[in-house]
Structure formats: structure tokens, C-alpha cells
């Protein structure tokens, strides 16, 4: 059953390449492969997911090289989650697109399932230099789609999302050396036995490898104060891929997530929790930060790419901590609020074509039609960004709360979770008062209908936030497996190297 683990990348990689060699083909054909690509991505990801719950790690060595000399793939309860997360999201984006937003080139489909196969090979790798290859896969793919369409307003945005992407690609390729050069490895398995053993100077060297290599998912997760390139890029972004792009913040935390409990965690000697006494602080100065760019959104879409800085810091905060129960709510709310900011991306794109000239820019306009569906789904968004009770990001904020024991971390976290969520609040209800109910009078022009696939793409990613409510203690009761699992770092390294103790007996 591990063959079972290279589906989620070669699904995506064969259907990009049969888009490429049928780039001349009908556009409906090129959907219909495209979604029939998505939809057996989403059934492998729930296969691997079924496959990880019995808490057991399964390991595919490349080319059978074993570790730590050969790239492996590794399944364990977060990468499966990832999977289906991705997966799901990735799907109903692609629905979304092909109701028009995937015409004027022929590359959209493929760069999309790339950037797809990219995301996979990032949350399965259990090689340092393996994601720095995923990461070019999935940039140099999102580099293409953030271009997708023309003018200005993407070109600009576009190139300093390039250049920013290109220096942090340096970083990683620099930060990677400098430990290898110590370590001699960089399977994640094998780093987490060596790294302790280093001394001398030569700890000096590792640990700035391994801030580096910090600095590096925090660019990518857009943690201030390397956060500003994000609004304008996302908001200059065609709806789909804004949308798929909620994922791509998550890559960073996820890089964090995965690597400094295993390789810096508390094992790790000298250089145990190496950086997370600087990411609590600055995840809650990100969070205060989007809270007051989301304050001062002029439009719509701006407001939810200030969301997406709010979720950065959200997450950060319980996983800096470094308790099991912390890092259980921030999966929790990951999964919640990747979902609902996918969702209100989509939304705002039915929003922007039914004003007019209006757009989505948060001023009085005429009133638009289908004015109910669009307010209402807006209403749960909001809702579950904001999080309020009783959807999903509500539960996601209540139990990473929950997760603080007494003491200075307890009143910070407090006190800026539940201040940003009021003024979080007061965002949405302005935005979503002044577009959809306070009206002047006129007929918008030139409007365009919401069809049913737009819709139901768009209600289904909003509705994730009612669906997990639903299944509450089943996803809780996962999450916090899989924090256990992370956090207990021994099956991980004993999985890895037993390949390696077989073929020296």
C-alpha cells in the first residue's frame, strides 16, 4: 500500500502534462480532464488519510535508495491531512474556474495541477532538499497563474511576488548548505539524530542554517515584517487562484511545523526550540497587523488577503507555545479558516460582477441581483473569520485559548486573539453593510448571473465552516492525534532508520 503515497504527485503531474499536449483540444475537453484530474487527487488524499489513521508512518523510498542517501516520501496524520485539505480546496477552485475564469490562455489547467502536484510533494517529503525542490515547482507554477490574465494591476504585484519568492529561494538553498555542511545529511529523520550531537563551532553554523531556514517559512507564511508583499499580490490575483493561494501561507507554516519539532525540538541539546522564543511575539504583532490592514480595506478582496495575515498570526501563536494541545487547535482552525478564506475569495468575484463599475470596492451602489444568496453566504464567511459562534473558526479561536496555561503568554494571547476578533467584527459588518444593504438608487449595468456551478463551488468551500461544526469531535479527536504524533518525534526517526539498520546487519 505505500505505492499509494506517489498518487497525490503523479496525478496531478499526468494531468498537467496531457493539458500541455492538449493545449489546442476544445476547452470543454481540457475542463473535464482537468476536474476528473482534481476529483482523483481528492479520492488518493482521502485513501492516504484513511491509511494514516492508524498512527502507523509509511515510508516510499525513491529509486528504492534508501534513507538517509535517497529522496523518501513519508505519510504520516499531517501530511494525509494536508493531502485532503489541498485536495478538496484545489477541486472546487478548479470548478469555479472553468465558468469562465480559466479562458485567455491555454496553460491555466496545467499550471494549476502543477502548482497541485508541488503543494503534495511539499506535505509528503522527508527530505530538507526536497522541498526546497517542491517549493520551486509549486512558485515557478504560481508565478504563471498570478500572471494569468494581463494589464498592470497583475504585472506589478506579479514581479515583486518573483523577486521576493527568488531571494527566499536563496535563502533555503543557502540555509540547506550551511547544515549539510555539518550534518552531512538533510533527510529530517537522520537531522534529528545529528543535530544534537554537533558542538563547538560547528553549532554556531547549524543554528544559523536553521534561523535561516526560519526566516524562510516565515516569508513564505508572510509573518511580519515580511508580510506586506501579500495584500496587493492575492488581491491582483483572478478568483480561483487567490482562492488556491490560501493554501500557500499554510506551506510556510506547515515547513515550521514540520521540521523544528523534529530537527530543533526538544531533543535537540543546545539548540532545542531554536527561533520560537522570537515567532510568539512576532505572530501576534501579525496578527495585530492584519487586523489593522483588514480595518482599513478599501475593497473587498483586500479585506480577505488581510484575513489570510490575521490566520498567519492566529496559527502561530499556539504553535510557538509548543504544547500538544496548542498545536492540536492550530490544525483545528488551519483547516477551518483555509477553507472560509478560499470561500470568500470565490464570493467576492460573484460580488464584483454584479456591481458594475462599483466592483468590489467597499462604497454605496445600486442594489445587485441575488442580493440574498450572496449576502447570505457572505454572512458566514464573515462569520466564521470573525470567529464567532457556532461556526467552525469560532471552536478553531475557543480551543486554541483553551490551550494556554496560566502566566504572560496567557494575557498576551488572550487579550490580542479576542481584541483582533472584535475589530475583525467590525470589518466585515462595515464592509458587508455598505455593499450589500445600503444602496442607492440606479440599475447596475452590464451584470453578470451567478450560475449554478459558480455557486455551489462557492457555497461548498464557505460551508466547509458548517460541515466541520458538524463533525467537530471527529476532526478535534484527529488534530489532536496528530499533534501527539508530531511532538513525539521517536516513531518518526526509529521509521526512517530502520531501513538503514536493515541494510548494515
Known amino acids: 500500500m505505500t505505492h499509494w503515497l506517489l498518487a497525490p504527485i503523479l496525478i496531478p503531474l499526468l494531468g498537467a502534462i496531457l493539458q500541455i499536449f492538449v493545449g489546442y483540444a476544445p476547452m470543454p475537453l481540457r475542463r473535464v480532464l482537468a476536474i476528473v484530474t482534481s476529483v482523483l487527487t481528492l479520492a488518493a488524499a482521502i485513501v492516504l488519510l484513511n491509511l494514516a489513521g492508524d498512527d502507523t508512518y509509511r515510508v516510499y523510498a525513491m529509486g528504492n535508495w534508501q534513507p538517509p542517501f535517497g529522496i523518501v516520501m513519508v505519510l504520516d496524520r499531517l501530511a494525509a491531512m494536508m493531502l485532503v485539505l489541498t485536495a478538496s480546496l484545489a477541486l472546487l477552485c478548479h470548478l469555479f474556474s472553468i465558468g469562465g475564469a480559466d479562458e485567455g490562455t491555454r496553460q491555466f489547467h496545467s499550471l494549476f495541477l502543477f502548482q497541485l502536484m508541488g503543494l503534495n510533494i511539499a506535505f509528503l517529503t522527508g527530505d530538507l532538499f526536497n522541498l526546497?525542490?517542491?517549493?520551486?515547482?509549486?512558485?515557478?507554477?504560481?508565478?504563471?497563474?498570478?500572471?494569468?490574465?494581463?494589464?498592470?494591476?497583475?504585472?506589478?504585484?506579479?514581479?515583486?511576488?518573483?523577486?521576493?519568492?527568488?531571494?527566499?529561494?536563496?535563502?533555503?538553498?543557502?540555509?540547506?548548505?550551511?547544515?549539510?555542511?555539518?550534518?552531512g545529511t538533510l533527510n529530517m529523520a537522520d537531522l534529528a539524530v545529528k543535530v544534537p550531537q554537533v558542538s563547538g563551532d560547528q553549532r554556531f553554523l547549524v543554528e544559523a542554517g536553521g534561523m535561516l531556514l526560519l526566516v524562510v517559512f516565515a516569508l513564505k507564511a508572510a509573518v511580519l515584517p515580511l508580510t506586506f508583499w501579500l495584500p496587493r499580490t492575492y488581491a491582483s490575483a483572478t478568483a480561483p487562484v487567490a482562492a488556491f493561494f490560501a493554501i500557500m501561507t499554510k506551506v510556510g507554516i506547515y515547513g515550521i511545523i514540520r521540521v523544528y519539532p523534529l530537527v530543533f525540538g526538544a531533543n535537540a541539546g543546545e539548540m532545542a526550540n531554536l527561533g520560537m522564543n522570537w515567532l510568539f511575539p512576532l505572530a501576534l504583532a501579525t496578527l495585530i497587523m492584519g487586523v489593522i490592514g483588514a480595518m482599513g480595506a478599501q475593497t473587498l478582496r483586500t479585506l480577505v488577503t488581510w484575513q489570510l495575515v490575521i490566520s498567519v498570526g492566529t496559527l502561530l501563536a499556539p504553535i510557538a507555545l509548543g504544547s500538544q494541545k496548542g498545536l492540536a487547535a492550530a490544525l483545528f482552525y488551519l483547516l477551518s479558516t483555509t477553507w472560509t478564506v478560499g470561500g470568500l475569495f470565490l464570493l467576492i468575484e460573484l460580488v464584483r460582477s454584479q456591481r458594475g463599475s462599483a466592483s468590489d470596492k467597499i462604497v454605496m451602489a445600486p442594489q445587485i441581483r441575488?442580493?440574498?444568496?450572496?449576502?447570505?453566504?457572505?454572512?458566514?464567511?464573515?462569520?466564521?473569520?470573525?470567529?464567532?459562534?457556532?461556526?467552525?473558526?469560532?471552536?478553531?479561536?475557543?480551543?486554541?485559548?483553551?490551550?494556554?496555561?496560566?502566566?504572560v503568554e496567557m494575557a498576551w494571547l488572550w487579550g490580542t486573539i479576542l481584541t483582533g476578533s472584535f475589530f475583525t467584527l467590525i470589518a466585515y459588518s462595515r464592509a458587508g453593510s455598505v455593499v450589500f444593504w445600503r444602496n442607492i438608487e440606479g440599475e447596475i449595468k452590464n451584470s453578470t448571473p451567478v450560475t449554478p456551478l459558480l455557486a455551489i463551488s462557492t457555497g461548498a468551500l464557505i460551508g466547509m465552516s458548517v460541515l466541520m461544526v458538524a463533525l467537530a469531535g471527529p476532526i478535534s479527536a484527529y488534530t489532536s492525534a496528530t499533534a501527539v504524533q508530531l511532538l513525539d518525534t521517536r516513531g518518526y526517526i526509529q521509521t526512517l532508520q530502520a531501513p538503514m539498520v536493515e541494510e548494515g546487519s
Do not use: D, W
Request: no cysteine.
Open 132 to 183: 526546497f525542490v517542491a517549493f520551486e515547482i509549486l512558485l515557478i507554477a504560481s508565478y504563471g497563474l498570478l500572471m494569468h490574465g494581463s494589464g498592470s494591476t497583475r504585472s506589478t504585484p506579479g514581479l515583486h511576488y518573483v523577486v521576493l519568492n527568488l531571494v527566499g529561494s536563496s535563502l533555503f538553498l543557502i540555509s540547506v548548505g550551511m547544515i549539510y555542511s555539518v550534518t
Open 370 to 407: 441575488h442580493r440574498t444568496l450572496l449576502s447570505s453566504l457572505f454572512f458566514f464567511g464573515a462569520v466564521s473569520a470573525a470567529g464567532l459562534p457556532p461556526l467552525s473558526g469560532f471552536f478553531g479561536k475557543v480551543m486554541i485559548l483553551q490551550s494556554t496555561t496560566s502566566g
